[in-house]
Nanobody, 115 residues
Framework: QVQLMESGGGLVQAGGSLRLSCATS????????MGWYRQTPGSEREAVAM???????TYVDSVKGRFTISRDNAKNTLFLQMNNLKPEDTAVYYC?????????WGQGTQVTVSS
């Protein structure tokens, strides 16, 4: 079955960096769209960065120039490098696999940015 497991969240001061990882199994990773989403209490889950394939990526405007999504197809792993973090980046971050139009989610990892 499809499995996604995020890691790398934590507490960081504003201006700091974190790297999230998402280990996957149960599907053909290299052939599918992958993404990072985030959610705060009382808000809808927001798409932060998407990896369409090995070369195509998209970002929400608020993270452009600060976050980088990448993928290691040999290790079936998705990454999100987050630099110059801001308090408003505080959220639970989820990895997602979009398979034939259906999103599969990991359990999420908490990112907290202190001011």
């Amino acid at each position: 079955q499809v499995q996604l497991m995020e890691s790398g969240g934590g507490l960081v001061q504003a201006g700091g960096s974190l790297r999230l990882s998402c280990a996957t199994s149960g599907f053909l990773f290299s052939n599918n769209v992958m993404g990072w989403y985030r959610q705060t209490p009382g808000s809808e889950r927001e798409a932060v960065a998407m990896s369409i394939d090995a070369s195509q990526t998209t970002y929400v405007d608020s993270v452009k120039g600060r976050f980088t999504i990448s993928r290691d197809n040999a290790k079936n792993t998705l990454f999100l490098q987050m630099n110059n973090l801001k308090p408003e980046d505080t959220a639970v971050y989820y990895c997602a696999a979009i398979l034939r139009g259906t999103r599969f989610w990991g359990q999420g990892t908490q990112v907290t940015v202190s001011s």
